[in-house]
Structure formats: structure tokens, C-alpha cells
């Protein structure tokens, strides 16, 4: 059964890290373009980051760019997200996603598998 179970939420102060993990099982990523995606309250689900399945390619939203960081352990089958001087707006539930032999992309449609998400508030 193809999951993924992203971990690594919770809540941090302004300016501080957190590193999500999104790890797979039932298949592996190494074929696949994965992506991280949030949705804050009230708001559309967006577009984070993205890394083609040979991590050649990588994209960052404009709002996130020397901030954060995709990464994946093909070892472990798992894809992080390192999120640092994190903003009160970067709150919300974040998303890992997997598509089969598709560009690395923010567009959700080229997406084959979800995780259920984890949450990330930022706070003082």
C-alpha cells in the first residue's frame, strides 16, 4: 500500500527551524518528483518546494527561497524539508507529495500520492 507519513511539525518561535520528513513506503521515491505543499487556515493549499526523482531539479515558492530546503535520503526513501528563519506566515498543515516520472513541479496535479500532513505553527 504506497504512503507517505510526513513528521517533524510543531511549534516554534519566530526565526527558529524545524525539519519536516516525509517518508515512503509501498514504493520508492526514486522514480518519483516529490513536492511539499501547505495550506494555512482560510487559505489554498500552495506550493513549497519540489525535487525531480534524480535530484537534478529543484524549485522554491519565492516566498520560501533562502529559507528552506528540499533534500532526500534515497537510503531511507524518505524526503525532508528544512525550514529555517521560519515567519509567523509560514503557518499551516504541510504536505509531501510523490508523481511518477513528472517534472519537479508546485502544480498539485502532476502529483500521484499525499501524505495527510503535519502541522507547523510559528509563534511567539
Known amino acids: 500500500q504506497p504512503q507517505l507519513v510526513e513528521s517533524g511539525g510543531g511549534l516554534v518561535h519566530p526565526g527558529g527551524s524545524l525539519r519536516l520528513s516525509c517518508a515512503a513506503s509501498?514504493?520508492?521515491?526514486?522514480?518519483?518528483?516529490t513536492g511539499w505543499f501547505r495550506q494555512a487556515p482560510g487559505k489554498e493549499r500552495e506550493g513549497v518546494s519540489s525535487l525531480s526523482h534524480d535530484e537534478r531539479g529543484i524549485i522554491y515558492a519565492d516566498s520560501v527561497k533562502g529559507r528552506f530546503t528540499i533534500s532526500r535520503d534515497s537510503a531511507k526513501n524518505t524526503v525532508y524539508l528544512q525550514m529555517d528563519k521560519l515567519k509567523p506566515e509560514d503557518t499551516g498543515v504541510y504536505y509531501c507529495a510523490a508523481g511518477y516520472l513528472v517534472r519537479h513541479t508546485l502544480a498539485e496535479r502532476v502529483y500521484d500520492y499525499w501524505g495527510q500532513g503535519t502541522q507547523v505553527t510559528v509563534s511567539s
Open positions: 509501498g514504493f520508492t521515491l526514486d522514480y518519483y518528483a
